[in-house]
């Protein structure tokens, strides 16, 4: 079983900056890929980003070119920086983990979520 921690999210204007953290305890020696999805009231639950252990990556494609995703396998933590923010990037961030697969399986596990509010 693996355990997340996720921190970082917050309010900030339109235009400005956040960075997630999602820090993995427990099994950690199993996590394969690493990565966050978003969900705003009354829309699913998107992919935002992921990585996987040798740093491949894969992202949505809104946020492309404003969000950017890494990982420390050290410290089996993986980290969004989200830059150029805007009003829609309003959502519940979670962090997902992984075992085996990557963004095309089922998450293994999931993080509680943290809010991330851009406000125009």
């Known amino acids: 079983q693996v355990q997340l921690v996720e921190s970082g999210g917050g309010l900030v204007q339109a235009g400005g900056s956040l960075r997630l953290s999602c820090a993995a305890s427990?099994?950690?020696?199993?996590?394969?890929?690493m990565g966050w999805y978003r969900q705003a009231p009354g829309k699913q639950r998107e992919l935002v980003a992921a990585?996987?252990?040798?740093?491949?990556?894969n992202y949505n494609d809104v946020v492309k070119g404003r969000f950017t995703i890494s990982r420390d396998n050290a410290k089996s933590t993986v980290y969004l920086q989200m830059n150029s923010l805007k009003p829609e990037d309003t959502a519940v961030y979670y962090c997902a983990v992984w075992f085996l697969g990557n963004w095309l399986d089922g998450v293994d596990n999931w993080g509680q979520g943290t809010q991330v509010t851009v406000s125009s």
């Open positions: 990585i996987t252990r040798s740093g491949l990556t």
């Open positions: 427990g099994s950690i020696f199993s996590i394969a890929t």
